[in-house]
């Protein structure tokens, strides 16, 4: 259904700045301006679903920043770090009635929290208190304001770095035990 | 620990000085993996000791050894204070006193082995003036102290006035302000002291060691006038910090040569509060207790919360921020201090708690963890007069808006100075090597709890070289000699590199000048105070707005005690304005 909807409301994609996913394993230095970037090492890069066509070559981008704080860190009640969420998709085709929306929820998706529906550019930006994430891109019928669970397909998705985090069981000096074991 | 109550009276601060009252001993630490039900169980012995007098520190018991380390140690000499002295030969230490320095007065202060006793155990630890914490000082702004010191420790020692813009020959860096004080000599500091606040002071000389042992007092500078903001009842001390332990209670040794525990610094098993493990204190219902905390530990931050209590953030390093705010808990990085106004509204007990998620980077997984610091007594009978309402009003401190409006055209402004952080390793046993593999899959912002001890113990400062590199030069750490004029207003950036063998984040500590944290991560930060140190969390950028006010030779350092033997410090010549330099 959420093919033919879009292939019925797909016109020619509006073009917008390309924004490249970014390398997570690339060094990155700050350069020299005034305003420094966020922290490249902890931006999340967002891959398409391609579910809907159309959407195959949307490109994004979730940078995570701490919330402004006196500390350094913002840290939530239990000690979780708590970070704001800069989410940026271009080359998103328009469809009438319906909208884009970010959310992040938990590795099990048994907790999901809007982040914000996408502007006109393609972005949003929004809070998240969760040390393992992922970050996904909905499309939604335009009005959708449900904040804790989405209802049409995803579109873009992308996992936190601390996602990553991996048992030792199974690599280096443990290679002989099985990551399985520990969950994984 | 003595309180000091600096009581708002008719407009003036009267200083009272309270009696101490032994505290009651309770069992309230929290075992470091108490919270974290993970454990497999292995059967590593971390109580007999293994070759050269080590001990292992301890392990998440669901950690497997690692195949290739077992019986491994550090190469360097193990070494405590009572390998070489008799415990017997010294005395007990006494919690700390205040002391009152007026304009011109001279304080002796004894650095000496001492005997504590932490958790029920004795041990042979530093101290100063046979004192845990050293001696509250207490003088008065503008004025000059004298402090003169007798060092009496096997180690070479001077004493750094953290914060302080005094006198740059008085700042007790050895090698640039000083030469070591040997042990047997002594050496008088001009402690003159310009700015109010809470600063605090201990050793320059393998600080791993010898901070660690106990070699660490708070300053306290008073104003001339009550400070904007608030009134509150009474103040507190928290100095935190931590100790090394084994399960059984045995201080794990230091290296000799070197340091170990180079790659993180020192992660302590056992949580001190103005060096105790047990620190409780009384209040009255409806008391409102300014508490200044001081980080003292070798490396740990602490998240530190009081009960389920927002309090009002009003101060930190070097004075006040300029508006009051409510936060949930005040993270502290080494050598840092905050001052939080808290309110306590019901009766009974309120813990203070280190409430951090920690990373089990064996499992791969983050988990909750609560170690209690202290506990809070709130006695039934109210306090008077009741502060409540002037206490959930949020003010600003419009005289530090006003110092800082002249350094605000500067925040957006290119940085002169760029630095990036770096750590390189080399000869580190190949298991670590290959161990690293899969502990940089993720490396969190700040590291709050140690999740590879083992690993970390093995790494000595012969291993590991932390960097300070500048982007400018590619000079690193000593390498990196920069001159400035006084007066002159700079804007370092300092970039935290992410992509490396094990990065951390680290505490940056500027000596003799004061500074802005203007922005993080090109987030301009809102509410501002004076700083001597900030944290810089992993993969982030700061940009400090240095005010270069005081000639001298200075350095810039991380504050992990670890990180600085480890080579992470260079330094910086500030020149004396014409007139002063023309002045005999």
Known sequence: ?184 | MPNFRILRSGGAFLLVLGTLLPSPVVAQQHDQHADHDMHMGHDMDHETELEGGWLMPPMDPNMPMMPGLEGAVPPVSAWLPHFDLDPEDFPRAEPSRAVRLADGDTLDLLVSPVRRTILGQEYLMYGYNNQYPGPFIQAERGSTVMVRVRNEIRFPTTVHWHGIRLDYRFDGVPGLTQPPIEPGEVFTYEVKVPDAGMFWYHPHVREDIQQDLGLYGNLVVLPEEPADGAPYHREELLALDDLLMTEGGQLIPYGLESPVNALMGRYGTVMLVNGVADHELDVQRGEVVRFHLTNVANARPFNVRFGEMDVKLVGSDIGPFERESWVGSVPISPAERYAVDVQFPEAGRVAITNTIQAVDHFRGVFYPHVDTLAIVNVRAEGVEPDLSELHSTLHVNEHVVQEIDPFREHFDREPDHEITTMVRVRDLPQAIVLSMEADTFYVPPVEWNDAMPMMNWLSSGNQVTWILEDEATGGRNEEIHWTFQQGDVVKIRVFNQPQDFHPMQHPIHIHGQRFLVVSRDGVPQENLAWKDTALLPVGSTMDLLVEMSNPGEWMIHCHIAEHLSAGMHFHFTVEPAAAEADTP
């Open chain 1, 1 to 184: 259904m959420w093919t033919l909807l879009a292939l019925l409301a797909l016109g020619p994609a509006e073009e917008r700045p390309a924004i490249a996913p970014v390398d997570l394993d690339a060094t990155v230095f700050a350069t020299c301006s005034a305003v420094a970037e966020p922290p490249a090492y902890y931006a999340i890069s967002l891959v398409p679903t391609r579910q809907v066509v159309g959407t195959g070559r949307a490109t994004g981008l979730a940078q995570m920043t701490f919330d402004r704080s006196p500390f350094g860190v913002e840290l939530a009640a239990d000690g979780s770090y708590r970070t704001t969420l800069a989410v940026e998709v271009a080359h998103l085709p328009s469809i009438d009635d319906h909208e884009f929306v970010a959310w992040a929820t938990t590795p099990s998706i048994d907790r999901i929290a809007r982040i914000g529906t996408l502007d006109e550019d393609g972005a949003t930006t929004g809070p998240v208190e969760w040390n393992k994430f992922l970050v996904v891109i909905t499309l939604e019928p335009v009005g959708y304001s449900e904040e804790t669970s989405w209802s049409g397909p995803v579109i873009l998705r992308g996992m936190s770095r601390s996602g990553r985090m991996h048992t030792m069981a199974g690599h280096g000096p443990f290679e002989q035990l099985e990551c399985r074991t520990f969950g994984y």
